[in-house]
């Protein structure tokens, strides 16, 4: 794809836009990722984003703080099965 991005981000998500709704004060956006740019920093063996490399943060407006991502659990789908 050809959106225009910050070379020096190590990782750029181009998205199209379905949607926008006010919540509020807020606004929200509701679209579909259609290109990822990667630089190998954040890549893992497989050359998708590995998680640990990018180091994700959430905010939590609750709380008004932020978290980083945890420690891995398990694979999606069989995890479960052992509890």
Do not use: R, W
């Not at 050809?2 to 004060?25: R, S």
């Not at 630089?39 to 932020?66: H, M, R, T, W």
């Not at 789908?77 to 052992?82: E, R, Y």
Request: aromatic share 12%; proline share 5%; glycine share 10%.
């Amino acid at each position: 794809m050809d959106a225009p991005y910050i070379e020096e981000f190590p990782f750029a998500l181009e998205c199209k836009l379905f949607q926008t709704v006010e919540i509020g004060v807020h606004v929200q956006f509701i679209g579909e990722i259609v290109d990822i740019k990667a630089d190998e920093s954040v890549q893992g063996e497989n050359g998708a984003l590995d998680i640990e490399k990018v180091k994700p943060i959430l905010f939590a407006p609750a709380d008004n703080a932020y978290y980083g991502v945890g420690e891995f659990l398990g694979k999606a789908f069989s995890i479960g099965k052992q509890i």
